[in-house]
């Protein structure tokens, strides 16, 4: 199997060469790329990440595809008051809120996110880990295009795939 970083990357490139389409497995899904400062290292990271929307926010999983641990990128997002956005072809700005299993939110955003990501239901039957949902706010006055200045335009700009 390949590292993640490696595929990482190739999606990374796909996605950015191509306005935010990537095929393969995230074919007709949406996809973003999740900026934020490693807690540790003081490094930045990139994660592409399927995401499902609620009204204007966007909602990201730590599933790690089942495997028994968090991912390192949601205690990253937990100590960060604004994280960077890229969808499609524009990059924003987004208040992060980590909604954890026994949230009252919980149960409504983790149904939102797997009802649009199926393959949820067989990172479940790996681990008994609930993942937490990770909700991105837009900072709406913040919005730009890849290449633009900041524009103040209304949340995250839907992909029209």
């Given at each position: 199997?390949?590292?993640?970083n490696e595929v990482n990357k190739?999606v990374i490139?796909q996605?950015?060469a191509?306005?935010?389409?990537v095929?393969g497995?995230f074919?007709?899904k949406?996809?973003?790329?999740l900026?934020?400062?490693?807690r540790r290292?003081g490094q930045?990271r990139?994660?592409?990440?399927?995401?499902?929307a609620?009204g204007?926010?966007?909602?990201v999983?730590?599933?790690?595809?089942?495997?028994?641990?968090?991912?390192?990128w949601?205690?990253?997002v937990?100590?960060?008051?604004e994280?960077?956005?890229?969808?499609?072809?524009?990059?924003?700005?987004a208040t992060?809120?980590?909604v954890t299993?026994g949230?009252?939110?919980w149960e409504r955003l983790?149904?939102?996110?797997?009802?649009?990501?199926?393959?949820?239901?067989e990172?479940?039957?790996?681990?008994?880990?609930?993942?937490?949902?990770?909700?991105l706010?837009?900072?709406?006055?913040?919005?730009?295009?890849?290449?633009?200045?900041?524009?103040?335009?209304g949340?995250?700009g839907?992909?029209?795939?």
């Open positions: 199997m390949d590292d993640v190739r490139s996605f950015r191509q306005g935010g389409v095929g497995h074919e007709g949406h996809l973003l790329l900026h934020t400062v490693g290292t930045a990139i994660n592409p990440l399927v995401y499902a609620d204007d926010d966007l909602l999983c730590g599933s790690a595809r089942g495997a028994e641990k968090d991912p390192a949601v205690g990253n937990a100590v960060m008051s994280v960077t956005v890229e969808v499609g072809s524009r990059i924003l700005r992060p809120t980590v299993p949230s009252p939110e983790y149904g939102i996110w797997s009802a649009y990501w199926p393959d949820s239901t990172y479940e039957t790996k681990t008994g880990r609930r993942f937490p949902i990770v909700k706010e837009p900072v709406t006055s913040k919005a730009a295009s890849v290449g633009e200045p900041a524009a103040a335009e949340a995250f839907r992909r029209s795939d």
